[in-house]
């Protein structure tokens, strides 16, 4: 599976921004997606999953929505209220359904096989 993230850019504090996540190969809909987030020097963080259930971190639960549509292989992260600290770098990652089982695994990122190259979303005030 290959991923590739898209949609990043610069919006001001308050503004929305919806990110997209299209994957490669034809068994897309046995996959778990999610969007990890990374700011300059900190670790990767949790944003969203989606599986047979949805999973938001604590930092954008409220402020964001995670969908996904198997007939076009791509996942999407509708952010809004964006706030200076969600400056970072944002990655979808990918991995089978029947890999993990659990919300904590769904949050771990050592548990995705696959990643897209991330990209950058800027909230400047």
């Known amino acids: 599976v290959q991923l590739q993230a898209f949609g990043g850019g610069l919006v001001q504090a308050g503004g929305s921004l919806r990110l997209s996540c299209a994957a490669s190969?034809?068994?897309?809909?046995?996959?778990?997606m999610a969007w990890f987030r990374q700011a300059p020097g900190k670790e990767r963080e949790f944003v969203a999953a989606i599986r047979s259930y949805t999973l938001y971190g604590d930092s954008v639960k409220g402020r964001s929505t995670i969908s996904r549509d198997n007939a076009k292989n791509t996942v999407y992260l509708q952010m809004s209220s964006l706030k200076l600290e969600d400056t970072a770098v944002y990655y979808c990652?990918?991995?089978?359904?029947?890999?993990?089982?659990?919300?904590?695994?769904?949050?771990?990122?050592?548990?995705?096989?696959?990643w897209g190259q991330g990209t950058l979303v800027t909230v400047s005030s």
């Open positions: 990652a990918a991995a089978p359904l029947s890999k993990f089982v659990g919300l904590s695994a769904t949050m771990r990122p050592s548990n995705y096989d696959y």
């Open positions: 190969g034809r068994t897309f809909s046995t996959y778990g």
